[in-house]
């Protein structure tokens, strides 16, 4: 579940670079004649991408609490994605991403996803789907259909870049008690800036984001007894990660977070920090 409210954004934004260098291929130019040689685009890119977070943080939801230690189960995910460049402003991805909970093993989840992304100079919009599937034992066979869409726009302050967006989601079905686990027909709205700081060449940088969630009836508040679906604000949410470029083709991405919820959201304490890695490998 971690992965569509992520991946809307970074590939929003992914797809404003498509005129930069990294769509652009290396390009090269023959010394004989001192012609240059338009460079040859490709047309596809590929990520694998593996993570540890300390806790299963989505939609300002902890998503798997435990009630031994107060605080939550970790999750350790893998994510394969595979960008079609259809024409220089379309892109369509396709992913799955699949986790797992450390210390509730019996978690296990696996989404698919596609994402359609236009660009229109620096402005890019995107339709997507997603499908959740829950294999862990506890809660066998739950599954979610959602639609989602969104817009982002990207700033460029000499080095530094911010991207600001809007996205929603919504829940297509099933409906609970029918193998869904969120109500059908809510829907999710995040407001988010993203931000790109260059500290050091093309090796290090920093990636703040802040973001404000919105529940249309998507997640369950404890002030009412039983929990319910409730509209209303949702959470406020922090969080930077420090990008590393090992090589050409290997990221390390270790980052921290912080949200702040009030609706008393299942599951959740009103104040949290998290945090965790990943690793990219691109192709």
Request: net charge neutral; with cysteine; aromatic share 18%.
């Given at each position: 579940?971690?992965?569509?409210?992520?991946?809307?954004?970074?590939?929003?934004?992914?797809?404003?670079?498509?005129?930069?260098?990294?769509?652009?291929?290396?390009?090269?130019?023959?010394?004989?004649?001192?012609?240059?040689?338009?460079?040859e685009?490709?047309?596809?890119?590929?990520?694998?991408?593996?993570?540890?977070?300390?806790l299963?943080?989505?939609?300002?939801?902890?998503?798997?609490?435990?009630p031994?230690?107060?605080?939550?189960?970790?999750?350790?995910?893998?994510?394969?994605?595979?960008?079609?460049?259809?024409?220089?402003?379309?892109?369509?991805?396709?992913?799955?991403?699949?986790?797992?909970?450390?210390?509730?093993?019996?978690?296990?989840?696996?989404?698919?996803?596609?994402t359609?992304?236009h660009?229109?100079?620096?402005?890019?919009?995107?339709?997507g789907?997603t499908?959740?599937?829950?294999?862990?034992?506890a809660?066998?066979g739950?599954?979610?259909?959602?639609?989602?869409?969104?817009?982002?726009?990207?700033?460029?302050?000499g080095?530094?870049?911010?991207?600001?967006?809007i996205?929603?989601?919504?829940?297509?079905?099933?409906?609970?008690?029918?193998?869904?686990?969120v109500?059908?027909?809510?829907?999710?709205?995040?407001?988010?800036?993203?931000?790109?700081?260059?500290?050091y060449?093309?090796?290090?940088?920093?990636?703040?984001?802040?973001?404000?969630?919105?529940?249309?009836?998507?997640?369950?508040?404890t002030?009412?007894?039983?929990?319910?679906?409730?509209?209303?604000?949702?959470?406020?949410?922090?969080?930077?990660?420090?990008?590393?470029?090992i090589?050409?083709?290997?990221t390390?991405?270790?980052?921290?977070?912080?949200?702040?919820?009030?609706?008393?959201?299942?599951?959740?304490?009103?104040?949290?920090?998290?945090?965790?890695?990943?690793?990219?490998?691109?192709?």
């Open positions: 579940m971690k992965l569509a409210t992520k991946f809307a954004a970074v590939l929003g934004t992914a797809a404003l670079l498509s005129s930069s260098a990294l769509f652009a291929g290396d390009g090269k130019s023959f010394k004989e004649t001192k012609v240059d040689v338009a460079p685009k490709q047309w596809w890119n590929a990520s694998l991408s593996t993570g540890w977070d300390s299963y943080m989505f939609r300002g939801v902890n998503t798997l609490p435990n031994s230690n107060g605080y939550g189960s970790s999750l350790y995910w893998t994510q394969l994605s595979v960008t079609f460049n259809l024409t220089d402003n379309d892109f369509l991805t396709l992913a799955g991403w699949t986790a797992f909970g450390l210390t509730d093993s019996s978690y296990k989840e696996f989404d698919a996803i596609a359609y992304t660009t229109f100079g620096n402005l890019s919009v995107h339709l789907y499908f959740y599937y829950l294999i862990n034992s809660v066998y739950l599954y979610s259909h959602e639609l989602n869409t969104g817009i982002a726009y990207k700033i460029a302050l080095p530094v870049t911010i991207t600001p967006g996205n929603y989601f919504f829940n297509v079905g099933p409906n609970i008690g029918n193998r869904g686990y109500e059908q027909c809510a829907s999710y709205l995040e407001a988010r800036i993203d931000g790109s700081v260059p500290l060449k093309d090796v290090l940088s920093l990636a703040p984001y802040v973001s404000f969630g919105t529940s249309f009836r998507y997640n369950f508040s002030n009412d007894n039983p929990p319910s679906p409730f509209t209303g604000t949702n959470n406020i949410q922090t969080g930077i990660a420090l990008p590393i470029a090589t050409k083709n290997i390390v991405s270790p980052y921290a977070a912080y949200s702040y919820q009030w609706y008393g959201l299942v599951g959740t304490t009103p104040s949290t920090f998290w945090g965790g890695g990943s690793v990219t490998f691109a192709f």
